[in-house]
């Protein structure tokens, strides 16, 4: 018997299916890695204002040593140590320890990383929210954005 020389290739019935195939996978894998998207975004926004709230402590500890208030911090050298993109607010509270004169820590964070209004996260002295705590500084200090 001869071999017909037409029947290569698939059928449009099995280039249906695996379309379909393809096109499931897709509606299950693109919104799991747009998830996994956002919240590293999340975390690099976290992390950025880690980094000013260091640049800060760092500069309040060195102005304390120099027997400076805080609120007198130059806001560009935060801003250029912490080299992270965007604004921010911080507040300084004064604390006493017995047979010690004042210190300063920083007790409050706000790192505007975006444009929008709800581009904003928050530290209130123990965790970082996207939800403002309510306090504001009693020594705010703005720092502007890193140049």
């Known amino acids: 018997m001869r071999k017909k020389m037409n029947d290569k290739g698939f059928t449009l019935v099995e280039l249906i299916v695996v379309l379909v195939i393809l096109a499931i996978l897709a509606a299950i894998l693109v919104p799991a890695l747009l998830g996994y998207i956002d919240r590293a975004k999340t975390q690099q926004h976290v992390l950025d204002g880690k980094s000013i709230l ?7 500890s060195s102005m304390y040593a120099q027997d400076k208030d805080p609120k007198d911090m130059p806001a560009q050298r935060v801003a250029n140590t912490a080299d992270v993109p965007g604004t921010a607010t911080i507040g300084f509270k004064a604390t006493y320890t017995a047979g010690k004169h004042d210190s300063y820590v920083v007790y409050y964070v706000a790192y505007k990383y975006g444009t929008g209004a709800g581009d904003v996260i928050y530290f209130d002295g123990s965790t970082w ?3 403002n705590p309510g306090g504001t500084p009693n020594n705010p200090v703005s720092i ?3 140049e």
């Open 129 to 131: 929210t996207e939800t």
């Open 54 to 60: 260091t640049a800060a402590q760092a500069e309040a």
């Open 144 to 146: 502007p954005e890193h």
